[in-house]
């Protein structure tokens, strides 16, 4: 086990699963990654070998055939498959805050109907928020659901939905001003916002009568797992679906799973920082210039450093983020934080490492280059790092308000 990254007070079962996770992707994930990667290739045999282990089930309580396991554990499982590939850990992500959502927010039905066969990774989640023309801006959504007798019908475009191709079930936050003057609805835009239970086939084209997956977006980096549109077209969905039953909560409830993906891109962060730093303290002890190994020269010897104290203080801050969420305390502050400073500490990791490397780094040859590229998404995912800072400065100022 290396030095760097270790949480303290773990029990026996939460080692013991981190060490068969990270076993598997020693294993399983690091040797065909790159080529994986590089053929933009989704990695069924991979996901399969997750499926066995029971990761898709690992938070969903033991009633439903899950593990029952905490966020802290489920944070540190992603960090070891980030580790390995961060598209594997986006896979999981979605399908995770889904169960998520549904476990905190769901009917009793809908937790009966939907969370043993997510366990089992038969049912496969993906969640989507945002749309073309808003980015960041939820309150500024505009795809719509109308009741027509017991079903709604929504239209409406959603962009950047991970897993939209394999995922047989969707959570869609559309606004649906229900109960609402046009004046309330405007006023008090997470209040006309509601989260739908949208279940498809998988698979690109028209997944189903009303709702089409058009095909992957061809991206830099975070390849393998596929990203896509979502385009609603008079798609009817029961009015049981509603996540919770009741219209208007669905900002509410999507900011929830957001909070807690927030710990998982920054477990990401770390997962992909260390694995940075592996490839850079290696190379630096083979690679051999002016007569002894680069890991000899006092400006490796401080890069080396930098990073390395960059992927313990992003750990340290996720963890404390995980176990907060896990105690039942909000956590926003210490998500956003976490988030905030993992993803940023890894893009430099990332780059020290690919300095490290020289012209090597720039060749698809060495794992670095892959890396390199998969970074900058994390600074982007689950909210940019500057919403993370409005996130951030909004609580501190709460938190530390100023009594004249």
């Not at 905190?104 to 043993?116: A, I």
């Amino acid at each position: 086990m290396a030095r760097l990254a270790q949480t303290a007070g773990l029990t026996d079962i939460q080692q013991e699963i981190l060490s068969t996770v990270r076993d598997f992707v020693d294993k399983e994930i690091i040797p065909v990654a790159t080529e994986l990667e590089h053929r933009d290739e989704y990695p069924q045999q991979i996901v399969d070998g997750l499926k066995e282990l029971g990761l898709f089930g690992l938070m969903i309580p033991e009633e439903y055939g899950g593990l029952g396991e905490s966020l802290l554990t489920y944070a540190l499982c992603v960090e070891e498959i980030a580790r390995g590939w961060m598209s594997v850990s986006g896979i999981i992500n979605t399908h995770f805050i889904v169960a998520y959502m549904l476990k905190q927010h769901g009917t009793q039905e809908q937790k009966d109907h939907f969370l043993p066969r997510m366990a089992a990774g038969d049912i496969r989640g993906a969640f989507s928020m945002s749309e073309p023309g808003l980015g960041s801006d939820v309150s500024a959504i505009t795809s719509k659901a109308v009741k027509d007798g017991e079903e709604y019908v929504l239209n409406g475009q959603k962009m950047w939905l991970t897993n939209g191709g394999t995922s047989s079930l969707v959570a869609v936050l559309v606004r649906s001003d229900e109960g609402l003057t046009p004046e309330e609805a405007a006023a008090k835009p997470h209040k006309s916002m509601t989260t739908f239970l949208v279940e498809k086939e998988p698979g690109f084209g028209e997944v189903r009568p009303g709702l089409t997956i058009p095909g992957k977006i061809d991206k830099m980096g975070y390849k393998g797992v596929d990203t896509t549109e979502l385009i609603m077209d008079g798609l009817r969905i029961p009015a049981n679906r509603v996540l919770g039953g009741v219209t208007g909560r669905g900002f509410y409830q999507m900011m929830d799973g957001v909070e807690v993906g927030r710990v998982n891109v920054a477990a990401r962060g770390c997962g992909v920082a260390q694995r940075a730093f592996e490839l850079g303290v290696s190379y630096a002890q083979q690679r051999h210039t002016f007569g002894k190994p680069i890991a000899q020269h006092q400006a490796i010897q401080f890069k080396l450093a930098e990073m390395a104290t960059k992927v313990e203080a992003a750990h340290a801050m996720m963890v404390n983020a995980a176990r907060k969420k896990d105690s039942g305390e909000r956590n926003d502050l210490e998500a956003g934080m976490a988030k905030y400073l993992a993803s940023e500490y890894c893009k430099e990791v990332v780059e020290d490492a690919f300095r490290i490397h020289g012209g090597y780094g720039f060749s698809k040859e060495y794992e670095i280059e892959r890396l390199y590229r998969e970074a900058p998404m994390l600074l982007i995912g689950e909210g940019t790092a500057e919403i993370q800072k409005m996130i951030i400065g909004r609580r501190l100022l709460e938190e530390y308000r100023f009594q004249g």
